[in-house]
């Protein structure tokens, strides 16, 4: 991870507002983890985490679920807020270039 960046200031003003959906999700749902992605034509997914006894997801696997489901070709960006344990190898892999941050519990960004 790198250095940490302000949470309100993001090269890419579209970051900004996955941040802003990210956050909001979480303090709305009492989540442990809530992730925003963007796919490549503009469209946005928010997901929290899921745990029952039979599916276990964290955020960051939930959202992409949902954008496939929704037959996606790309991710431009995700953000994901709350506990920093995401599997963000599954966006790396559909999409190499996309930008990944989290946010923890303090505000802090790091590119993930």
């Known amino acids: 991870m790198s250095n940490p960046i302000s949470a309100n200031h993001f090269d890419n ?16 749902s009492g989540a442990k983890q809530a992730a925003a992605l963007r796919d490549s034509t503009g469209r946005t997914y928010v997901a929290i985490n ?6 276990k997801l964290d955020a960051v ?12 070709s790309g991710i431009e960006g995700v953000v994901y807020a709350g506990l920093p ?16 941050f989290h946010i923890d519990a303090s505000g802090s960004v790091t590119r993930a």
């Open 13 to 28: 003003p579209e970051d900004q507002k996955l941040a802003t959906l990210a956050t909001s999700t979480l303090a709305r």
């Open 85 to 100: 344990e995401g599997k963000v190898s599954v966006i790396k892999q559909h999409s190499p270039l996309a930008a990944l």
């Open 61 to 72: 696997e939930a959202v992409f679920v949902v954008a496939l489901a929704s037959q996606i």
């Open 50 to 55: 899921v745990e029952s006894p039979e599916l």
